[in-house]
């Protein structure tokens, strides 16, 4: 049902296929090539708290999206005003820190569970904070569970991207997310 099959093929160049289409292909020409695919985790992680959330869940996740770790800083202290005041985002992607000015391409807040929506609306509010303060494109939270993604586009109103981590597992789950925030992808 592909159009471009429909065509055999024929004007491939610049065309995207989603990763689980283009592993078909490739099981359906029997070749001899490598398959898109994107562990994650292992699935089989004992995470107790949210120091276990950040090196066993979010840190490979960093790692897989591209980013080495001099391209990101975890626990980025920002001072506000007159250095009373101090706010310290779990992880900041590719940040730029200036004397009295600091940016950053997105944010990552890390929690150990995320167990009601009031919970939920707290945890969006500090990302959201954060992503502002450094003038960020995307704010990610991470919990035990899931993770989900919010875009500068909406003022990190509504979530855009939503997954377990068993789902980041699955080649055009991964794809979506490595789209958004990866970093050879902005």
Known sequence: ??????????????????????????DLAKADVRKLEYIVSDGDLNIVNEKDV???????????LGYLEEDYVQQLYIEIGNHNHTVIPDFVLLPITTRGHKSAFA???????????????????QARSYARLLNTKYALIASKERLYLYSSDDDFSKEIF??????????????????????NYH
């Open 107 to 125: 944010v990552i807040e890390a929690k150990y569970r995320i167990a009601n929506q009031k919970q939920m609306e707290e945890v969006q509010i």
């Open 162 to 183: 939503r997954a377990t981590w068993a789902e980041l597992n699955e080649a055009d789950t991964f794809s979506y997310l490595l789209k958004r925030v990866g970093k």
């Open 54 to 64: 950040e090196n066993k869940l979010v840190k490979p996740l960093i790692k897989k």
């Open 1 to 26: 049902n592909l159009p471009l099959v429909r065509k055999n093929m024929q004007g491939i160049n610049g065309v995207e296929l989603m990763p689980s289409v283009y592993n078909r292909l490739i």
